[in-house]
């Protein structure tokens, strides 16, 4: 599976952005799909995921201000980030988690929020 990530850039605390993610390749392996993210100095860690299923879960510090959304072919997942403050910032990566356990990552995209 390969992946190709689109978005980040640099906004305003209270802002808005939008990330997607585009899977090719076996995506008919594909369980979950998901964003991690890393900033600076610290460990990645996961931010949202989407289970076959529409299941979803969220990192607390998120909830209420990220959707993540999958289209039905599982081609693609986007993250929609709202109210973003300066804790947001880090790298985002995208997942996704196939029915053989296996992880796939995108490269990762800067998401920069300024106070």
């Known amino acids: 599976v390969q992946l190709q990530a689109f978005g980040g850039g640099l906004v305003q605390a209270g802002g808005s952005l939008r990330l997607s993610c585009a899977a090719s390749?076996?995506?008919?392996?594909?369980?979950?799909m998901g964003w991690y993210r890393q900033a600076p100095g610290k460990q990645r860690e996961l931010v949202a995921r989407?289970?076959?299923?529409?299941?979803?879960n969220y990192v607390d510090s998120v909830k209420g201000r990220f959707t993540i959304s999958r289209d039905n072919a599982k081609t693609t997942v986007d993250l929609q980030m709202n109210s973003l403050n300066p804790e947001d910032t880090g790298v985002y990566y995208c997942n996704v988690y196939t029915w053989g356990h296996t992880d796939y990552w995108g490269k990762g995209t800067l998401v920069t929020v300024s106070s």
């Open positions: 989407i289970f076959s299923g529409s299941s979803t």
């Open positions: 390749g076996n995506i008919f392996s594909i369980n979950g």
